[in-house]
């Protein structure tokens, strides 16, 4: 449950900081804002004390009796220099001439003189208008007559057509304040209604994130964590491997994580997220008692690998000695050096980045190594953008600074096995250009030929299962190098079952190996290459959509045998979803699909 919380929490976080700010903001604003210009008092002349009401007027009786509707209410008052009786009832309200009980139209003639004896200042009048109630008069809903002022401020002011009221002064600066009153208060349609449904949504909101900020402090905060490690219980962590023979024995305190306690020892599990439960790298596999997994352990592992013991080291405390398997030891405690001898762009974001490693490395393919990726902070001028490249950077928009406070750990999986690049390490390392590049992207476009690079490994469980079963290959983006080397090692060692790759791009520029991959589908009859493009049209035989979509109208739909395919997915994360969803649908069992999402 916690797990599935941050993710809420996150990004409910996210739409709140977006009102907060425009709470702050919109607050700043009004409060610069001078005041006497937003309240229209800076051209408005202050009414004068009206003069003593005549003695040769009819009373208040008289123009009742002289008139023939019901009258609810009457009252006196002044239009200009003219005394006059506001009359209304439940149908409408009206003025009338105190002198003879006649009804006052106010026209447009009438209103214009209204507005400049009550404006102050140098502009002119334009011709009136009338108009039915708005914005900029929606406290009074009747139709009114708007007449607008060419000074600096655009003054206009706004008469009742009903009484000959002045009823608003309203100008730039109020209107300026009103855009900001509107997203202060949050309501989008009237501007007045303080409880309004997004503001009292905004309210609980807060709450709620609040009451589960605190919720997820104490779930995440162990209290072993403020016992001095000399007070606890001392623990043992044995790693062991497949077959349960005890490799290396750590010394953990009671209340650590699995994850802390390999570090501390010098064993770094594979993590992108430094141990935050939320990429899912740090699996390891308890032996003899597992634990009951947790809500982080069910999000980000497999139903298959939840029942074969696999739990993730970040999120499993030290309660009491345990037998853990984490694969190979000797590749977690390693950290490895090479030097890079080829950076060759495959497209405008994608580029090919070869490593040879100063000591030998066996990697299968699908395997992935841990790049460690230093502090750094260096300008767009590091990266070497070819000649034909250069519009589609131009369009993806201004690249910010490259920059990583603090070191971090990336996966990389290879994209060629090793034995068929002499003994090097090649990666593919999409670049995603924003405001905010990737911390372990950045840095790995800036490496040049001779650079020093670092890393752990190789780990994963992505690989080719053992036998002939037909297979097929389903990728995107990035997702091409583990594929590609799964598919390079199937036809070097002569394999004869059919095998289909479908790859998921843009477009063609974004699509690399193109030339490789048709290479083998004319070399190897066995081998069935089908390239589909989302965001351009298609010629010939790329067909266009979403590849998900195309693999299963252009092969699953047709297959005689579902069951006898084995399928190996790899790709972006909503690429992987979806193609997962539709292999289920399909009636795919879930033994029969090896994926890698990169633990995004």
């Known amino acids: 449950m916690s797990h599935w919380m941050r993710r809420i929490h996150k990004w409910v976080g996210l739409i709140l900081a977006i009102q907060f700010v425009l709470w702050m903001s919109s607050g700043v604003v009004m409060s610069l804002l001078d005041g006497d210009k937003v309240a229209g008092r800076e051209f408005r002349i202050k009414a004068p004390t009206p003069p003593a009401w005549p003695r040769d007027v009819l009373s208040t009786d008289a123009v009742l009796a002289a008139t023939k509707e019901s009258i609810m209410t009457i009252s006196s008052g002044w239009l200009l220099d003219q005394p006059v009786y506001r009359l209304q009832n439940d149908k409408r309200s009206w003025l009338v001439r105190a002198s003879d009980a006649t009804a006052i139209v106010v026209d447009a003639r009438l209103a214009a003189r209204v507005a400049k004896a009550s404006y102050s200042g140098p502009g002119r009048a334009g011709a009136p208008r009338l108009q039915e109630s708005t914005l900029e008069t929606r406290k009074h809903d009747e139709p009114v007559w708007r007449i607008d002022f060419d000074d600096a401020e655009d003054t206009t002011v706004y008469v009742s057509s009903k009484s000959g009221a002045v009823l608003e002064h309203r100008n730039s600066t109020w209107r300026l304040f009103d855009l900001f009153w509107m997203l202060h208060i949050m309501d989008y349609s009237e501007r007045t209604n303080f409880n309004n449904p997004l503001l009292v949504s905004s309210a609980i909101g807060g709450l709620w994130m609040a009451l589960t900020g605190v919720w997820l402090l104490f779930v995440s905060v162990r209290l072993a964590e403020f016992v001095p490690s000399r007070w606890r219980r001392s623990r043992a962590v044995n790693l062991v491997d497949s077959r349960g023979t005890r490799q290396r024995s750590i010394d953990a305190g009671q209340g650590d994580t ?184 950045g840095y790995m476009y800036t490496l040049k030929v001779g650079d020093e690079l670092r890393f752990s490994g190789p780990f994963g469980d992505f690989a080719l299962k053992p036998g002939g079963r037909e297979k097929v290959f389903i990728g995107g983006g990035a997702g091409m190098a583990p594929l590609r080397a799964m598919i390079h090692e199937l036809l070097a060692k002569g394999a004869t079952e059919p095998l289909h790759f479908w790859y998921g791009a843009r477009s063609r520029r974004d699509a690399p190996y193109m030339d490789e991959m048709r290479d083998f589908a004319s070399k190897y009859p066995n081998f069935h290459w089908h390239l589909v493009l989302s965001e351009e049209s298609g010629q010939n035989d790329i067909p266009s959509g979403l590849v998900h979509e195309k693999v299963k109208d252009g092969l699953l739909r047709m297959h005689p045998n579902l069951g006898s395919l084995e399928f190996y997915v790899c790709g972006p994360p909503a690429m992987l979803a979806a193609t997962r969803t539709m292999l289920r649908e399909l009636g795919v069992n879930d033994t029969k699909i090896a994926y890698d999402d990169f633990k995004i």
């Not at 393919?365 to 131009?394: F, K, M």
Request: glycine share 8%.
């Open 258 to 441: 699995v994850f802390q306690a390999l570090a501390r020892s010098g064993l770094q599990l594979p993590s992108n997220c430094g141990g935050g439960q939320s990429c899912g790298l740090c699996e390891v596999r308890c032996v003899g008692n597992v634990p009951v997994p947790t809500s982080a352990d069910r999000a980000l592992l497999s139903p298959a690998k939840l029942e074969a013991g696999y739990r993730l080291a970040c999120n499993l405390p030290v309660k009491r000695s345990l037998d853990i398997d984490v694969g190979d030891t000797m590749a977690l405690a390693a950290e490895r050096a090479g030097v890079v001898t080829s950076v060759k762009p495959l497209s405008p974001f994608l580029r090919e980045i070869t490593v040879r490693p100063n000591a030998p490395v066996a990697c299968r393919p699908g395997a992935y190594v841990q790049v460690h990726v230093p502090a750094y902070e260096r300008d767009a001028s590091h990266l070497e953008i070819p000649e034909d490249h250069h519009e589609d950077w131009r369009t993806a928009g201004t690249l910010a600074a490259l920059a990583n406070d603090a070191p971090v750990r990336r996966s990389y999986s290879v994209a060629v096995p090793l034995e068929r690049c002499d003994g090097q390490l090649t990666f593919l390392v999409r670049f995603v250009p924003g405001p905010k590049p990737g911390r372990g992207s």
